[in-house]
T-cell receptor, first 115, second 112 residues
Framework: AQSVTQLDSQVPVFEEAPVELRCNYS??????LFWYVQYPNQGLQLLLK??????LVKGINGFEAEFNKSQTSFHLRKPSVHISDTAEYFC?????????????FGGGTRLMVKP | EAQVTQNPRYLITVTGKKLTVTCSQN?????MSWYRQDPGLGLRQIYY???????DKGDVPEGYKVSRKEKRNFPLILESPSPNQTSLYFC???????????FGQGTRLTVV
């Protein structure tokens, strides 16, 4: 079964600093990869997705992620964060060899942007 | 507006009292799922449905039931809730099997 590891449960960072949120998944032949953001008291909103093609994926709010197949990673980055980026971020994987409809999520990383 | 709607948003109940959390989507999506979110564990899938009358277990189905009698609705049923089902629940829908999921606003359930 697929598993997803988000290596940092919390990431504190100052405003305007760069940030990287790390995500690793267990090996699979073919996967789709997603990053979601959850603001307080809200549902999850899609930030970006990798389905195929270029390994560098750009998403909303200035975020981007890079798919690295050899390292089975999909790290999320932003060059300059804002206070409004404070939220919980989830990495998710869809294993294309799975016959069902299942997204496997990591445990989440809480990004805390400080002024 | 395209959306997934869950009700209620907040629910406190007692052990053993049957409850239903409703979920409805207006995007004509084939696939619908229920997840529970617990601190440090991320979201874990409870059940999913690939179409009307077609449902299957996810990672943590024990203690839950679902039904899919209409394409737009996918209620989650707890026949006899227990305190370990205290959690934040999300319903989601997606247009195809491995596509991105669209989430509802969540239902925070407390079982005392």
């Amino acid at each position: 079964a697929q598993s997803v590891t988000q290596l940092d449960s919390q990431v504190p960072v100052f405003e305007e600093a760069p940030v990287e949120l790390r995500c690793n998944y267990s090996s699979s032949v073919s996967v789709y990869l997603f990053w979601y953001v959850q603001y307080p008291n809200q549902g999850l909103q899609l930030l970006l997705k990798y389905l195929s093609g270029s390994t560098l994926v750009k998403g909303i709010n200035g975020f981007e992620a890079e798919f690295n197949k050899s390292q089975t990673s999909f790290h999320l980055r932003k060059p300059s964060v804002h206070i409004s980026d404070t939220a919980e971020y989830f990495c998710a994987v869809s294993d294309l060899s799975n016959a069902g409809n299942m997204l496997t999520f990591g445990g989440g990383t809480r990004l805390m942007v400080k002024p | 507006e395209a959306q997934v709607t869950q009700n209620p948003r907040y629910l406190i109940t007692v052990t053993g009292k049957k409850l239903t959390v409703t979920c409805s989507q207006n995007m004509n999506h084939e696939y619908m799922s229920w997840y529970r979110q617990d601190p440090g564990l991320g979201l874990r899938q409870i059940y999913y449905s690939m179409n009307v009358e077609v449902t299957d277990k996810g990672d943590v189905p024990e203690g839950y039931k679902v039904s899919r009698k209409e394409k737009r609705n996918f209620p989650l049923i707890l026949e006899s809730p227990s305190p370990n089902q205290t959690s934040l629940y999300f319903c989601a829908s997606s247009p195809t099997r491995h596509a991105e999921a669209f989430f509802g606003q969540g239902t925070r359930l407390t079982v005392v």
